[in-house]
């Protein structure tokens, strides 16, 4: 799939942004985040980006698997990014793919920790697997997902009342390359937000998001589910919840294998 990997430097060029790093295309992967891995353990230069034409063991939140069809993007970026940047990666990554799809037209919204929604259905996620030793973060390879094209009766059962895509919401089918490119190039802009000034990507994530603040939410973790009003995130991107006992609870991504709507909530303020 090299033609799809030069579509995709032809791309960005086009943006003004001549890639530093490989970029490798495969017609078929199991998993670019686990490609990738691979090539992270091997020294792997930062920005190194592969992109499959389909996944056949695409992965989601722990536990879940991500659909992955030809025709949309599946594309993993590998960054080495200092101990503190790193917990806000996932939110910073959130943001580019927003304003990418945004820039086609789409009212992307964003979901936390790492749901891309429009119209309340999914319509990419993220996934950000790391790496770190005594000295720190030693590379996090980032997974985005995007359902470009297709409508729900192509999809599998399970899906088809909760994901939509970007033929089905525009009209267009936009190519994976292309796609790729645009996601590559809001990443690289906001990967120097987030170094710069870390605050930024907070408050651009929230200007993005789900309209859930002041509402009751459900939060299932390993530990159980537990139940409270969506506060805001705090200065790590964590989730911050009121309690009804009166306590705050913060919740780190990786602790959360599911967040919604608690189904009896009422608005209670932004």
């Known amino acids: 799939m090299t033609a799809a990997a030069d579509a995709v430097r032809e791309a960005l060029r086009a943006r003004g942004r001549d890639w530093p790093a490989p970029i490798e295309g495969h017609a078929v992967l199991a998993s ?14 930062e920005w190194t980006a592969v992109l499959a034409g389909e996944q056949t063991g695409g992965r989601g939140r722990p536990g879940r698997g991500w659909a992955s069809p030809r025709g949309g993007l ?4 590998l960054l080495r990014p ?18 990418a799809l945004r820039a086609e037209g789409v009212p992307a919204e964003l979901k936390w920790p790492n749901d891309v929604l429009a119209g309340e259905r999914k319509l990419a996620g993220l996934l950000a697997e790391a790496s770190s030793s005594a000295s720190g973060v030693d590379w996090v390879v980032l ?17 088809r009342g909760s994901a939509t895509s970007v033929e089905a919401l525009t009209g267009r089918v936009v190519p994976p390359p292309e796609a790729a490119a645009a996601v590559l190039g809001h990443l690289w802009r906001w990967y120097d937000v987030l170094r710069a000034e870390p605050s930024s990507v907070v408050e651009a994530w929230r200007a993005r998001s789900v309209p859930w603040w002041g509402r ?3 939060l299932r973790s ?3 589910s537990v139940t409270g009003v969506a506060a805001g995130l705090d200065a790590t991107g964590a989730l911050v919840l009121a309690l009804d006992d009166g306590s705050r609870a913060v919740f780190l991504s990786g602790e959360v294998t599911r967040l919604r709507l608690e189904p009896s909530g009422l608005p209670e303020g932004r």
Request: net charge negative; hydrophobic share 50%; aromatic share 4%.
């Open 222 to 224: 390993a530990g159980g």
């Open 32 to 45: 670019t985040n686990d490609r990738l891995r691979e090539r992270a353990r091997e020294g792997a230069p």
């Open 143 to 159: 997974g985005v997902g995007v359902n470009l094209a297709g409508d729900a009766a192509a999809w599998p059962e399970d899906l």
């Open 74 to 77: 599946y594309l993993s970026v």
């Open 82 to 99: 200092s101990l503190a940047a790193a917990g806000l990666l996932p939110l910073a990554a959130g943001v580019a793919v927003a304003d």
């Open 216 to 218: 009751r939410v459900e």
